[in-house]
Every structure is written in structure tokens, then in C-alpha cells.
């Protein structure tokens, strides 16, 4: 195996583990001047598929192509992250099982649809309008309301967190007394005697004669 840093022509195996249906070996330089450890993988090349697009034009089965497909039908939704690769093998697989050294786009295409529709349903609908090339809104409409008749949250899509309305949950209980919610004592009303300007007057007098008398 060669280098992919310095060229060298030779390398050696140090580690080997099976990784879904490839092989990952670790592998380091036998160069002394180099001495840097990579990772390669190995997959089992099976006999030559092509594809026929819908122009007549024929060319090679591309897994990265496929999985690039599938992986921009399921952007940004709840699915777990090995969901698409896992996908796409079941697709690989069912194809060179089957025998043809030739398949059409449009069946592939349906191989997939089929399991995005157990998957994901938006992922399905993304990716339904791009091969079934929906002409109006009501072939799309016609899709959706198919879809939604059956539509079922799968394992492979995420749990979301949700709050609990339980009847345990939603017991009512007395809140507590605050600042504004505590009751005050009324206030008893403090009566000051009023004195009329004529008793002041005479209660002035008096006064002054009993300093007088004294």
C-alpha cells in the first residue's frame, strides 16, 4: 500500500476491524523518514453495475452519488446519523442482488422512496419531487394526503423532548403568600377632638385669671 504522504511504495498492517460491510485497517509507513500511520478501508467490489437514465445515457452506480441524494432529502431532520448510510446499503445491496448488470434510474429511485417513507416523511417528500417530478400542486396534494394517512414515527427518528401533562402533573396547589397576596389588619381610624376657635378663646381667658388669682 503507498504512502499517501510521502509515496513510499510499502506499509504495514497494524490494526484491522470490520466495519459494517468494509474492512478498516490502520497502516503505518515503512519509510524511517516518515513513519506516519493512515487509515484505509476495504469493501468488496461486486460485478460492475451501470445505471440507464431516463435520456437513454448509461454510467456507472455510484454509491457516493446515491448517498448524497438521500443525505440532502434528510437535512436538518430528526434522524439518527448512521439512519441514511444504513439506507443506502440496503439499497446497494438489494440491487447487485438481484443480478442485472443493468438498472434504471426510476427504480432505484423507487427502491428508495420506498424506504424513506417508512423512515421520514419530509425526507420522503423531498425526494419524491425530485424523481416523480411533481407537474402541480395536485399531485402533490394527492402525495401528501396519501402519506398522511399513514404516516408513523420510526425508531430511527430522534425522541423530542416534550413536557408532562399527566393528570399527577397538572394537581393544583395553593400558591404561595406573597408581598401583595398577604391580608393587612384594617386600620382603626384615630379621632382627633376638634376645638372651635370661640372655646379656644374663652379657655385662654380663664386661664389668664386664674393666673391672676394666684
Same mark, same amino acid.
Given at each position: ?12 498492517v ?12 490502520r497502516?503505518e ?19 460492475a453495475?451501470?445505471?440507464? &437514465? &431516463? ?41 447487485? &442482488?438481484?443480478?442485472d448488470?443493468?438498472?434504471?434510474t ?35 396534494q ?9 404516516? &408513523? ?7 423530542l ?54
Amino acid at each position: 500500500m503507498r504512502c499517501p504522504f510521502c509515496g513510499f511504495n510499502d506499509s504495514k498492517v497494524v490494526d484491522s476491524r470490520d466495519v459494517d460491510e468494509s474492512i478498516r485497517r490502520r497502516r503505518e509507513c515503512l519509510n524511517p523518514d516518515c513513519a506516519v500511520r493512515f487509515t484505509t478501508y476495504e469493501r468488496v467490489q461486486a460485478v460492475a453495475l451501470f445505471v440507464e &437514465k &431516463k435520456d437513454g445515457t448509461r454510467e456507472e452506480f455510484s454509491r457516493q452519488k446515491l448517498l448524497a441524494g438521500v443525505r440532502t432529502a434528510c437535512e436538518k431532520r430528526p434522524l439518527a446519523p448512521t439512519a441514511v448510510d444504513a439506507l443506502v446499503d440496503d439499497v446497494e445491496q438489494e440491487l447487485y &442482488k438481484q443480478g442485472d448488470p443493468e438498472v434504471k434510474t426510476t427504480v432505484i429511485g423507487e427502491m428508495v422512496m420506498a424506504r424513506l417513507r417508512n423512515l421520514d416523511p419530509i425526507a420522503y417528500v423531498r425526494f419524491a419531487s425530485v424523481y416523480r417530478q411533481f407537474t402541480d400542486l395536485a399531485d402533490l396534494q394527492a402525495e401528501l394526503e396519501s402519506l398522511a394517512a399513514a404516516a &408513523k414515527p420510526t425508531a430511527a427518528q430522534l425522541p423530542l423532548s416534550a413536557p408532562d401533562f399527566s393528570a399527577t402533573s397538572l394537581r393544583l396547589r395553593p400558591a404561595a403568600p406573597t408581598t401583595r397576596t398577604r391580608t393587612r389588619r384594617p386600620v382603626r381610624p384615630v379621632q382627633t377632638p376638634v376645638v372651635e376657635i370661640g372655646d379656644r378663646r374663652s379657655a385662654d381667658t380663664e386661664s389668664k385669671r386664674e393666673r391672676r388669682a394666684k
